[in-house]
T-cell receptor, first 119, second 111 residues
Framework: GAVVSQHPSRVICKSGTSVKIECRSLDFQATTMFWYRQFPKQSLMLMATSNEGSKATYEQGVEKDKFLINHASLTLSTLTVTSAHPEDSSFYIC???????????????FGPGTRLTVL | DAKTTQPTSMDCAEGRAANLPCNHSTISGNEYVYWYRQIHSQGPQYIIHGLKNNETNEMASLIITEDRKSSTLILPHATLRDTAVYYCIVAESYNTDKLIFGTGTRLQVFP
């Protein structure tokens, strides 16, 4: 299957700082990437849809000014958590959707996740 | 909201087949059934998806009922490494449809 990477895998930061998480599709081009958040013992919650070359679409209740998403190329999307607070501590996971017709696939592949801890 | 209903948990003996059911009674004609699994502290792993016909790959088989209102994921010979939360999701395949995760089924494979 297609490979999606995330960096860093784990980050600890102080309250009030900003953290950037990268999501890369390694062997395919992704016109659309998605960002999820998962709290302990809960399911994944979709935060936003990131389209290459355009603004991200945020789910209801997700602050777009706090969670900045940039999808500058067909293989890279970044999520920046600005002015992080302890309640932002969570497991952040991205997924990338393969471009239709490339690789014969039409599904989403997920990265390994980034665990953010805000002190 | 998730469009699927799954049992909260299931057990399976190592080496036996694990059959994970999923109800999706409101599925529309252009929606696929996707299965993912999540091993603890990792990102979800794609398993299989299908529209109408039964599907099989190296990981699992997907059996979809004729009315498409339910499906079963089959792991033919479960191993301890198959212990995970399994998510059944319905979504359109094309365009930019979102995957909405429900609570999934926690499969515990025991020796």
């Amino acid at each position: 299957g297609a490979v999606v990477s995330q960096h860093p895998s784990r980050v600890i930061c102080k309250s009030g700082t900003s953290v950037k998480i990268e999501c890369r599709s390694l062997d395919f081009q992704a016109t659309t990437m998605f960002w999820y958040r998962q709290f302990p013992k809960q399911s994944l919650m979709l935060m936003a849809t990131s389209n290459e070359g355009s603004k991200a679409t945020y789910e209801q209740g997700v602050e777009k000014d706090k969670f900045l998403i940039n999808h500058a190329s067909l293989t890279l999307s970044t999520l920046t958590v600005t002015s992080a607070h302890p309640e932002d501590s969570s497991f952040y996971i991205c997924s990338a959707r393969a471009r239709y017709g490339q690789g014969g696939t039409d599904t989403q592949y997920f990265g390994p996740g980034t665990r953010l801890t805000v002190l | 909201d998730a469009k699927t209903t799954q049992p909260t948990s299931m057990d399976c003996a190592e080496g036996r087949a694990a059959n994970l059911p999923c109800n999706h009674s409101t599925i529309s004609g252009n929606e696929y059934v996707y299965w993912y699994r999540q091993i603890h502290s990792q990102g979800p792993q794609y398993i299989i998806h299908g529209l109408k016909n039964n599907e099989t790959n190296e990981m699992a088989s997907l059996i979809i009922t004729e009315d498409r209102k339910s499906s079963t994921l089959i792991l033919p010979h479960a191993t301890l490494r198959d212990t995970a939360v399994y998510y059944c999701i319905v979504a359109e395949s094309y365009n930019t449809d979102k995957l909405i995760f429900g609570t999934g089924t926690r499969l515990q494979v025991f020796p």
